[in-house]
Structure formats: C-alpha cells, structure tokens
C-alpha cells in the first residue's frame, strides 16, 4: 500500500482563530493498520501536539470514537485498508464543544446519562442477602443493550441532537430501556417518567443514523420504540 495521507481537524481554542485541516503522510507500515495506530504514529513521529482520546484500544472503552471519512467510527476498530483510500479525513465527534483537535467535552452527553439513572432500583425497603436471579429468558431480553460502551457515535450522528442540545439523545434513551427491560428492576414508573417528556422520547424522528453508526450493532432507534409503546401503555392502561 502507498503511503496515507491523513487531514485531521485542529482546533485549540485558547490559541487558535479558527478550526483548520493539517495533512500529514504516514507510510503503510503493517498489515492490519488502524487509524488509531496511525494517529500515535503522527503524535509520536510528526507532530506531538496532536490531541485525541484513546484507551483501551480493544473497542471496550469508546474513548477513540471520531469522524473518520464520512461516518462515526472506533479509530482502535477501523484498519485503514477497509476504508478503501489512500486519503483519509478525520473530526472530532459532533454536537460537542471541542476542547482540542479530536478531543471533546463529553460532559454533556454523560450528564445526560446520568439523568435517565443507570442503575437498578429494585424497590425493596432492604437488600436481600444474595444476588437477584434472572432466568436465561428474562435476561435475554436485556442482551441487545447491554453492550453500549457509550462512545456517543450515537450522540453525534444524531440529527436531533444538532438542534435541540436537551435531547436526551440515543444513547441514554437506550439505557433506560435496558433497565426497564430488567426483570430486577421495578421503577418502571419513575423511568418513564424520565423520559416521557419535551426532550425525551417523542424527539426522536426514526431516521436510524445512530443504528447505523454504532460499533457495537445496536439498536437504540428500536430502543426508542420500545419507550414510547411503553410510555402510551402506561398513560391509558396505568402499567
């Protein structure tokens, strides 16, 4: 393979006018590349002011999501030779604040996580002595989302989130799903309260962009579905 050209977005605000392309050429160097590898040879050969987020480069953290040749994507999942081109663009992730070149303010999207409260309540007045049990049937229903790594490829493919910034947004919506769809849980009242509202649910316009982006095929335009039947059940039948 011919050596890549890479034009990535910097932008450090606190010394920058405005958002600019740099270009850089990074030789093929092994079979398999990622662009994620790609990107640590530039910071560590070309340019050390390069700033993006990476961790586990495993595809289990999400921190190395980004805008990579027309779509969202992991940068640690993506090898260079699928994107089928010698030129490959990158951005940061959309609809938030950029704090330096690919790195983000992930507040707001976790803030909203946080909202939708990702965490089982159960209801009983005391813990129970051992674990709470689930049939093989019973969690199965929960199987499609619990695998979110909240990477906010979601969030940003999202045309709604561009608009409105009190959307809840896919990934958070998919949450609260997850847990009312646990057998363990018994908030589904509370739950639906959360999200049966202006910002809530009834924003997402089924456009399927945040299931077509997720590295980890999930659904969270289902999941949305899946609320909203929930929230009219609730409000005409009381359950």
């Given at each position: 393979m011919a050596d890549l050209t890479f034009k990535i977005f910097r932008f450090d605000p606190a010394n920058d006018a405005g958002p600019r392309f740099d270009t850089y050429t990074v030789p093929a160097f092994k079979k398999g590349l990622t662009v994620l590898e790609s990107l640590y040879y530039i910071q560590d050969k070309l340019d050390g002011s390069l700033a993006f987020r990476a961790s586990c480069r495993e595809g289990i953290c999400g921190s190395c999501?980004?805008?990579?040749?027309?779509?969202?994507?992991?940068?640690?999942?993506?090898?260079?030779?699928?994107?089928?081109?010698?030129s490959i663009t990158i951005r940061p992730l959309g609809h938030l604040k950029v704090l330096r070149d690919l790195v983000v303010d992930m507040e707001p999207f976790f803030a909203k996580y946080k909202y939708i409260k990702p965490f089982l309540m159960p209801?009983?007045?005391?813990?129970?002595?051992?674990?709470?049990?689930q049939t093989e049937g019973q969690h199965s229903k929960m199987i499609p989302s619990i695998d979110c790594i909240l990477c906010a490829c979601c969030h940003s493919s999202c045309t709604v989130?561009?608009?409105?910034?009190?959307?809840?947004?896919?990934?958070a919506l998919l949450w609260a799903d997850r847990f009312v769809l646990d057998s363990r849980d018994n908030a589904l009242k509370e739950r639906l309260r959360l999200v049966d509202q202006l910002h809530g649910i009834w924003r997402c316009h089924t456009i399927f962009s945040c299931q077509e982006v997720c590295p980890k095929d999930l659904d969270p335009t289902g999941a949305i579905a899946d609320l909203k039947r929930k929230a009219i059940r609730h409000r005409f039948l009381g359950r």
């Open positions: 999501a980004m805008h990579i040749n027309g779509k969202y994507r992991l940068a640690c999942e993506t090898q260079v030779a699928d994107l089928k081109s010698d209801g009983d007045d005391a813990p129970p002595d051992r674990e709470r049990p989130t561009a608009t409105d910034p009190e959307y809840l947004g896919p990934a």
